[in-house]
């Protein structure tokens, strides 16, 4: 009989204290199972996010150098400013409705094959910060009538402030000439995720063409 009683005290299952024991060590693994991939993903999307705003600085400073490097002193007509008050080159704070200092000017090199293109090979563009974007802003023609609304063209996104500086046998921060460009330019860009983005252009200074 004692012998019987053995056998069945050793058929007993799990005891409830194991039952939670198990369910408590089952519950941390998944968490922390959990937490390592939520991890793994937020790496790959962080990872991601920074490649593409990389890739976008890349682009924006590209098309930036493409813009400042064909700079031409050449003044904008438009039908209600008198042509001694014309400048080959506007900039400073709130420029263009720049948030921060903005810029406007006249490039060359804008191909117009044939001249098919409803356009001139003359571009006027200018740059400015909006709402924490910097803009690129640009006119079919170089010279327009009042009221007439710039195109805009996105840059960057989280921008904090633009700056420039100007050479002409020494770096200053203010350029009121009228007829000329300077000989070089520095751009700052304040970015919220990359700090200072800085870089210096020479220009092909000249006269305003008449």
Do not use: C
């Amino acid at each position: 009989m004692a012998g019987l009683n053995t056998q069945k005290s050793k058929q007993h299952g799990f005891t409830l204290i194991e039952v939670l024991i198990a369910i408590a060590i089952f519950a941390v693994l998944s968490l922390a199972a959990y937490q390592i991939l939520q991890g793994v993903l937020r790496s790959g999307e962080i990872s991601k996010e920074h490649d593409l705003r990389l890739i976008e600085v890349q682009r924006g400073m590209l098309l930036i150098e493409r813009d400042f490097v064909q700079m031409v002193a050449r003044t904008s007509r438009t039908s209600n400013v008198e042509s001694s008050n014309l400048k080959a080159l506007y900039v400073g704070k709130g420029v263009i409705g720049s948030d921060s200092e903005g810029i406007e000017f006249n490039r060359l090199g804008w191909t117009n094959p044939l001249n098919l293109l409803p356009r001139s090979n003359v571009v006027r563009v200018g740059y400015r910060v909006k709402e924490g974007q910097l803009q690129r802003l640009y006119y079919l023609y170089p010279d327009t009538v009042a009221g007439a609304k710039p195109e805009e063209q996105v840059i960057l996104h989280e921008v904090e402030a633009l700056k420039f500086r100007f050479w002409n046998k020494g770096w200053v921060n203010t350029w009121n000439s009228n007829k000329q460009i300077p000989e070089g330019i520095e751009i700052t860009i304040t970015s919220k995720h990359y700090g200072e983005l800085r870089r210096v252009f020479m220009l092909p200074t000249s006269q305003v063409a008449e």
